[in-house]
């Protein structure tokens, strides 16, 4: 699918972000450091994309002003054509629900006092998405099986789980609200390879199933172009090259791409784990059902 479609789920035109500035209680005002300069970005219904760039490039800043999470101080981002750029906070809420992230750290994301049954419940209630516990219990299962976690999870809480198992959670916390889009943030970096593999061919098939739009952001270039129809490639907060991922992987156009290429290995991840049913591809290891000892 092109990003470029109508069908544009989300959308930022000239997007810029600052951070800091402002008026201290005393001294003059300051002026704030432009981390975004004028960023396009468009995602499509049930399109994966990828944000890639050096560290400090501005990639996590672009997820989090198309999510709302910072500041925009030019440029608008829309969601499915409604502008949302300087929606205040009673008009973001019911928008919160379609628009989820999965965090690099669910330890630092999932509330270490509560447990899994908690942690997945509560988002639901609040969103109004089950309209009891009762409701809400049968849909947490529901989805468990759906990321292969047994239901013996939801009585501990995340420090009992492993890695992969917490990453998991985060997916299912975010795939129960049913959103529209998912901010992926360097999800898999502190996985080893094959729960790595696990992880992404989970994340794969449900935004497949679910028709997500998937924001992707990460500094392996192997998983973005295993999992990403298309990629951006960011460079001191701007945008300096774009297009489908064997496009720009294969024959890129900026040197900077080419650098950023030369400099990080390709690949740790086989895509073909990821895409079960191309021509070349060799057979998936299937998702294991877990039992919780
Ligand atoms: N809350 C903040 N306050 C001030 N500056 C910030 C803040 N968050 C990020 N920055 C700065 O904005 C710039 C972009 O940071 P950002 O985290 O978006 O980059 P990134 O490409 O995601 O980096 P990394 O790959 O290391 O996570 C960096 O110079 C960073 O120091």
């Given at each position: 699918m092109s990003g470029t479609e109508a069908t544009a789920l989300v959308e930022a035109r000239g997007v810029e972000v600052t951070y800091g500035g402002g008026r201290p209680l005393f001294g003059p005002k300051q002026p704030g450091i432009r981390v975004l300069h004028g960023v396009n970005v468009t995602i499509g219904r049930g399109e994966t994309v990828g944000i890639v760039g050096e560290s400090g490039s501005g990639k996590t800043t672009l997820g989090r002003a198309l999510l709302r999470l910072v500041p925009v101080s030019a440029g608008t981002i829309r969601l499915d054509g409604r502008?949302?750029?300087?929606?205040?906070g009673a008009e973001m809420r019911p928008l919160r629900r379609r628009m989820q992230m999965i965090f690099q750290d669910p330890m630092a994301s999932l509330n270490p006092r509560h447990s899994i049954r908690r942690i997945l419940g509560e988002p639901l209630l609040l969103h109004g998405v089950a309209g009891n516990r009762r409701e809400a219990e049968v849909q947490i299962r529901a989805m468990l099986n759906r990321v292969s976690l047994p239901a013996a999870v939801l009585d501990r809480s995340p420090h009992e789980l492993s890695g992969g198992q917490r990453q998991r959670v985060g997916i299912a916390r975010a795939a129960l609200l049913r959103p529209d889009f998912v901010l992926a943030d360097e999800i898999v970096s502190g996985l080893d390879v094959s729960t790595q593999a696990l992880v992404l061919r989970l994340l794969k098939e449900l935004s497949r199933d679910m028709g997500l739009a998937m924001a992707f952001i990460s500094h392996d270039l192997s998983v973005i172009r295993a999992i990403c129809d298309r990629v951006y490639v960011m460079r001191f907060g701007e945008v300096v090259e774009e297009g489908p991922c064997a496009q720009v992987f294969d024959h890129p156009q900026s040197d900077y791409t080419r650098l950023l290429l030369d400099a990080i290995p390709l690949p740790e991840v086989d895509p073909h784990w990821l895409f079960p049913g191309t021509a070349d591809a060799v057979a998936p290891p299937p998702v294991p059902k877990e039992t919780c000892a």
């Amino acid at each position: 699918m092109s990003g470029t479609e109508a069908t544009a789920l989300v959308e930022a035109r000239g997007v810029e972000v600052t951070y800091g500035g402002g008026r201290p209680l005393f001294g003059p005002k300051q002026p704030g450091i432009r981390v975004l300069h004028g960023v396009n970005v468009t995602i499509g219904r049930g399109e994966t994309v990828g944000i890639v760039g050096e560290s400090g490039s501005g990639k996590t800043t672009l997820g989090r002003a198309l999510l709302r999470l910072v500041p925009v101080s030019a440029g608008t981002i829309r969601l499915d054509g409604r502008d949302i750029t300087r929606l205040g906070g009673a008009e973001m809420r019911p928008l919160r629900r379609r628009m989820q992230m999965i965090f690099q750290d669910p330890m630092a994301s999932l509330n270490p006092r509560h447990s899994i049954r908690r942690i997945l419940g509560e988002p639901l209630l609040l969103h109004g998405v089950a309209g009891n516990r009762r409701e809400a219990e049968v849909q947490i299962r529901a989805m468990l099986n759906r990321v292969s976690l047994p239901a013996a999870v939801l009585d501990r809480s995340p420090h009992e789980l492993s890695g992969g198992q917490r990453q998991r959670v985060g997916i299912a916390r975010a795939a129960l609200l049913r959103p529209d889009f998912v901010l992926a943030d360097e999800i898999v970096s502190g996985l080893d390879v094959s729960t790595q593999a696990l992880v992404l061919r989970l994340l794969k098939e449900l935004s497949r199933d679910m028709g997500l739009a998937m924001a992707f952001i990460s500094h392996d270039l192997s998983v973005i172009r295993a999992i990403c129809d298309r990629v951006y490639v960011m460079r001191f907060g701007e945008v300096v090259e774009e297009g489908p991922c064997a496009q720009v992987f294969d024959h890129p156009q900026s040197d900077y791409t080419r650098l950023l290429l030369d400099a990080i290995p390709l690949p740790e991840v086989d895509p073909h784990w990821l895409f079960p049913g191309t021509a070349d591809a060799v057979a998936p290891p299937p998702v294991p059902k877990e039992t919780c000892a």
